[in-house]
């Protein structure tokens, strides 16, 4: 799927949540996972995961969360 | 003295638990403490000196468990899950620590730098931490399941966002090798702490931290970690260790490469190469690899996602932390047949809550004593053992795990189970203080790595001393690596000799074993692609930017020397004479048996011990201590700023 021009690619993520330790700072200035936008999610308690934006995303300004991900899980189109 | 800006680096409080009263408190973190021992591997050794009581009894209520986070863990820096668990260990009576990932993190945002644990409850409980909320639970339910299962009830219970210590059944029964997995995933495997948990009727800890971290610099920390996260994706090596993880070293493990063969085969009796066709890469990305996973902020997935296909454990899934500890080992040792059946060893392993090195160690063990005929049938309660028989081999794991018959003395680890058995079975056992160590192999290469074993403050496990000689490598890269680590040029002239072709392993090591303690304390990962992009200077230059409090590299590097040599005074106050230079010595096979590699055609001979020696007086020598005891010197300990355990130990090793 594609948000505001960013694909999504779930078999790509690692779980490493770099995108959202990013976001968290970026939006509350902490660093933390439970405090970000953007959600990483374990799909059935595997280590398979699920990416998801909130409806806050629609008003973000940078996405730095794109900008954050080494693992193509986020790219922009 | 200014105190520590709480939340900026440092989480900024201590909480400590008390379970034989029930109660909890928290005490903020004081600067001098924090300055002086930077973080998770400094606390540890310093809350672990001073909180357990001289002569404590492992499993006794007094015994404290203590968990530290590093200074970054849980900021913004690459690859920093790192978390440290600590305790006097049950398998050696001297300083236990294994250092894992991801609980750190938690804890930090839930606003502690460490969680120091005590006493022991009357019925089994389990500990929830929410930010300030603290609270013993009732654990009657979940004591007796294994960790998936566990994990899964208290995630149930709480919420998937909780991080989840928790232990198995081997912790329960007190398994002398029981760990502790976070998330049913990061390990904290050795010197049995999951034996200590046990004892103290915890069954986990699950924490949960909204808090979150800042930086005192915010702009110098988003401009340093930039740079560094820009080094790392463009590392040469990214791609494979993201495809291969560890298992990367594949013809370091199996001596497909001249002078390294470091995955010996049954019981370290056997030649390396005979499991290359067995455990190779193109099995484990074919049939064995689901996906890639990461650590908090990192680069480098080489973490994974098990999805078996086909064979007898067709679609086993279960995440692992590490791609040659999941299959090359303990199927190397253990002689096992498929990739598969090292993989189901590993899955088992974690599910009971046993460390996979020493557990698979005291199995090989008994196969070679029963092969041997030291120990019969009737010893193996019935067994027949045979090496590769994964039948048997799972239900060896189980009497360990549950203490049942030949169970519960292999449940001591190699060198206790030895003095047990007797008969001369020491010979065969294959340990350093007591710990197992089922791989890096002495005789084929004697690097950091494997010296490391023998200095090693927890016995059985070199990766304290982790530097970049597993295989040989060109002088100029080892000076690079010097460099890169911040050693004085003095240091580096001694390591790397302008006469001399190679380096002097000892030095080196002594060096390397400071560094890595040093950046350890940070949360800083060792593994090659993140330490050596790190370096010493960006890591005092981030723990500036975060804490906000200056700290020059080489004070740094100073206070991982400080560290290593506080960790070494517990072992002096606990063990007394055994803690010396004679306690600094490879298993017994190292020196009595060759062994063959047919990778290289090669019989290497057993180790000299006078060579063994003279490493050790150069290692001693470079750490400034006590060449003949190998111990550190009053001088040394007071140059360190550790006057008062100078004065402490001159009562015990006068």
Redesign the interface.
């Known amino acids: 799927m594609a948000f505001r021009g960013v694909k999504i690619d779930n ?1 790509n993520c ?5 995108c959202q ?2 976001c ?2 970026h939006h ?5 996972p ?2 970000s936008r953007i959600k990483i ?2 799909i059935d ?4 995961f699920r990416i998801s934006f909130s409806p806050e995303c629609a008003e973000c300004e940078v996405l730095t969360c794109v900008d954050a991900c ?2 193509d899980a986020l790219k922009g189109v | 003295m200014k105190g520590i800006n709480p939340g900026l680096g440092y989480a900024g409080q201590i909480l400590y638990v008390d379970l034989t009263k029930g109660s909890t408190r928290r005490k903020p973190l004081e600067k001098d403490f924090a300055t002086t021992y930077i973080g998770m591997t400094g606390f540890n050794a310093k809350l672990i000196y001073d909180l357990v009581e001289t002569g404590t009894k492992p499993l006794s209520q007094e015994n404290v468990l203590v968990f530290s986070a590093g200074v970054l863990s849980g900021t913004g820096a690459p690859s920093t899950p790192k978390t440290e668990a600590s305790a006097k260990s049950p398998a050696t009576g001297l300083y236990g620590s294994s250092v894992g990932g991801m609980l750190g993190p938690m804890l930090k945002w839930a606003g502690y730098d460490s969680l120091v644990i005590r006493g022991r409850a009357e019925r089994p409980v389990y500990l929830e931490v929410f930010d300030d909320e603290v609270n013993i639970r009732e654990a009657g339910h979940l004591w007796g399941r294994h960790i998936v299962d566990a994990t899964n009830a208290l995630w149930d219970e709480l919420g998937d966002d909780y991080y989840v210590a928790c232990i198995g059944p081997a912790g329960e029964n007190l398994v002398k090798f029981a760990n502790i997995l976070v998330n049913r995933m990061f390990h904290f495997s050795r010197t049995g702490l999951g034996a200590v948990m046990g004892s103290k009727n915890l069954k986990a800890v699950a924490v949960k931290g909204t808090k979150g971290l800042g930086v005192a610099d915010p702009e110098k920390f988003m401009e340093l970690t930039s740079k560094l996260f820009d080094k790392i994706v463009k590392h040469t090596g990214r791609e494979v260790w993201n495809s291969l993880g560890t298992l990367i070293s594949y013809d370091m493990w199996f001596g497909m490469k001249p002078g390294v063969g470091h995955a010996p085969r049954k019981n370290s009796q056997e030649d390396p190469s005979l499991g290359a066709k067995i455990f190779d890469p193109e099995t484990y990305l074919k049939r064995i690899k689901g996906g890639s996973l990461a650590c908090l902020n990192c680069p480098i997935s080489e973490k994974v996602w098990v999805e078996v296909k086909g064979g007898r454990y067709d679609n086993l899934a279960f995440p692992a932390s590490d791609s040659a500890g999941l299959s090359v080992i303990h199927g190397q040792q253990l002689a096992l047949e498929s990739f598969d059946d090292s993989v189901k060893f590993f899955e088992l392993c974690n599910r009971y809550g046993v460390d996979v090195f020493s557990c698979s160690a005291t199995i090989a063990f008994a196969i070679e004593l029963y092969k041997r005929g030291i120990i019969d049938k009737v010893d193996a309660d019935g067994l027949e053992l045979e090496w590769g028989d994964m039948e048997t081999i799972q239900k060896l794991l189980e009497k360990i795990v549950l203490r049942e018959g030949i169970g519960g003395v292999l449940a001591e680890d190699v060198g206790a189970a030895s003095k047990i058995i007797g008969k001369g079975s020491e010979r065969y056992a294959i340990h350093v203080k007591g710990i197992a160590i089922p791989y890096f192999e002495p005789r084929v290469r004697l690097c950091t790595d494997v010296f490391g074993a023998v200095t090693s403050i927890i016995g059985g496990h070199g990766n304290r001393a982790m530097s970049l000689d597993l295989m040989p490598r060109e002088r100029e890269s080892i000076i690079r690596f010097c460099e890169m680590a911040g050693f004085p040029e003095d240091a580096i002239d001694r390591i790397c000799p302008p006469t001399s072709l190679g380096e002097s392993v000892p030095r080196l090591t002594k060096w390397v074993e400071d560094f890595n303690t040093a950046i350890w304390s940070l949360g800083v990962c060792t593994r090659p692609p993140i330490a050596r992009v790190y370096g010493l200077e960006v890591c005092s230059d981030l723990y500036s930017a975060a804490t906000g409090i200056e700290m020059s590299p080489s004070e740094l590097l100073r206070a991982g020397e400080r560290i290593w040599n506080l960790q070494k005074a517990f072992n002096m106050r606990e063990a007394g004479g055994e803690a010396t230079r004679k306690n600094d010595v490879f298993a017994e096979r190292m020196y009595r048996d060759s062994i063959y590699v047919s990778g290289h055609d090669k019989d290497y001979e057993p180790l000299e011990p006078h060579l063994i020696e003279k490493m050790l007086d150069e290692y001693y020598e470079e750490r400034g201590w006590d060449v003949e005891r190998g111990i550190p010197t009053k001088q040394k300990l007071v140059e360190l700023g550790l006057r008062s355990v100078a004065e402490e130990l001159e009562k015990v090793l006068p």
Request: glycine share 8%; hydrophobic share 25%.
């Open positions: 078999e690692t779980g490493c949540l770099h330790v990013r968290s700072f509350t200035g902490r660093f933390n439970l405090r999610r374990r308690r595997k280590e398979r080494f693992y």
